[in-house]
Nanobody
Framework: QVQLVESGGGLVQAGGSLRLSCAAS????????MAWFRQAPGKEREFVAR????????YYADPVKGRFTISSDNTKNTVYLQMNSLNAEDTAIYFC????????????????WGQGTQVTVSS
């Protein structure tokens, strides 16, 4: 069993930056694929980025490529999402997720989820 707790959300002006953190409890953190998803009001949850903790490989959704960076610290069981050049379209609740078996962009493949952290970008 894995528990995920996100932090770092808040209100930021367009063009600004935020860093989200996701602290994971449980064993074998390095064997999980960790991902960030987001959900804006009235929209479906969408994939943002994922990292395979075992080898550090990453994958990003096109809207955030070049602006967001996902990373992990296996010694702290924590995954991060550095978000730069934020714009109003990035406003959403950001969720951390973990998967033991899949390295995908599909929410259905992730077994564990955090409660989410709100990111609001003012224009």
């Amino acid at each position: 069993q894995v528990q995920l707790v996100e932090s770092g959300g808040g209100l930021v002006q367009a063009g600004g930056s935020l860093r989200l953190s996701c602290a994971a409890s449980g064993r074998s953190f390095s064997s999980y694929v960790m991902a960030w998803f987001r959900q804006a009001p009235g929209k479906e949850r969408e994939f943002v980025a994922r990292i395979r903790s075992s080898d550090g490989s990453t994958y990003y959704a096109d809207p955030v490529k070049g602006r967001f960076t996902i990373s992990s610290d296996n010694t702290k069981n924590t995954v991060y999402l550095q978000m730069n050049s934020l714009n109003a379209e990035d406003t959403a609740i950001y969720f951390c997720a973990a998967s033991r078996y899949y390295s995908t962009r599909y929410a259905r493949d992730y077994e564990y989820w955090g409660q989410g952290t709100q990111v609001t970008v003012s224009s």
